[in-house]
């Protein structure tokens, strides 16, 4: 799930409905408890243009009733397709490209060292093509192992809609046609239209589900002892205190030495003692103080 960074439209067009600052103002306060996402005063008019569509096609007369509903008990159903409407998911296939090698290098040290599992988590799935990423590289990385060790991708985003595409692994062939030479044919079916679906054998690596970062650990219900989490230019969208939050629930999720994959413009080398830097934008986790490794 990443936070819209479009450009803001120009707000001189003419509206449908009133806009004023207080609607404005109870959005980025709903969007902020309910995702975390810090909304930046720019995104007024994208704001606008993103949540008219909610109002019309639930009939409202406007923000202020379409506002007053989500902090109703009737709008809680309304509350998911809210989040949904004001986040973006710009992805592609083995985006941050120089992420995939150092990942590829730590699933072979841990399947050498006899881990009969590998587990990654993708928190920012989108529409699929970051976590289908990960469950390639990670099956190129046992490829020929005599004991290759069981993969598991847990694939998460706070959008529903987005999860639903990724689930079915469908993509078009121009999309397809920029993986690594021999992986497209090697892990997609080509259907009669020209799009491919990923295989069976792909697919079954794969575990989607809804999470919000923010809530608590509980709700996600997830186990520990991933060997990496990826989560990549999700938290440039929430404040300084939310990111610590975040990145405090994610350490005991994590294997000693687990890896933590961020995005290219987020620092977090000083937010969590544990986590130590590894490579561009990649930490490693530490173990606690006293603690015997698993």
Known sequence: ???????????????????????????????????????????KDMVYGRLVKRIRSLGLG????????????????ELELFV????????????????????????????????????IWCSAASTGE?????????????????????????????DTQVLKTAAEGVYAADVLAKL???????????????????KAALRERLRF???????????WGLKSGFDAIFCRNVMIYFDRATQLEVLNKFAPLLRPDGLLFVG????????NPRFRLRGKTVYSLEPAAGSAPR
């Open 84 to 119: 949904n409407a004001l986040t973006t998911n710009l992805t592609y296939f083995f985006r941050e490209e120089h992420h995939f090698p150092l990942l590829a290098e730590h699933l072979k040290a841990r399947a050498a060292a006899g881990a009969t599992e590998l587990r």
């Open 1 to 43: 799930m990443n936070a819209s960074s479009l450009p803001s439209a120009s707000s001189a067009f003419s509206r449908e409905f009133d806009f004023t600052e207080r609607d404005f103002e109870r959005i980025r306060n709903a969007i902020r408890h309910y995702a975390g996402i810090s909304l930046n005063v720019s995104k």
């Open 130 to 158: 970051e976590p289908y990423s990960i469950a390639i590289t990670a099956l190129e990385a046992v490829s020929g192992m005599a004991r290759a060790p069981r993969i598991e991708v847990v694939a998460s985003d706070l």
């Open 264 to 271: 290219h413009s987020e620092n977090f080398h000083q937010a």
């Open 209 to 219: 589900c809804r999470i919000n970062l923010i809530e608590s650990p509980v709700s």
């Open 180 to 198: 690594p030479p021999g992986l497209s044919a090697r892990y997609f079916d080509r259907l009669p239209d020209g799009r491919g679906k990923a």
């Open 62 to 77: 406007g923000f202020a009733v379409y506002l007053d509903l989500l902090e109703s008990p009737a709008g809680r159903s």
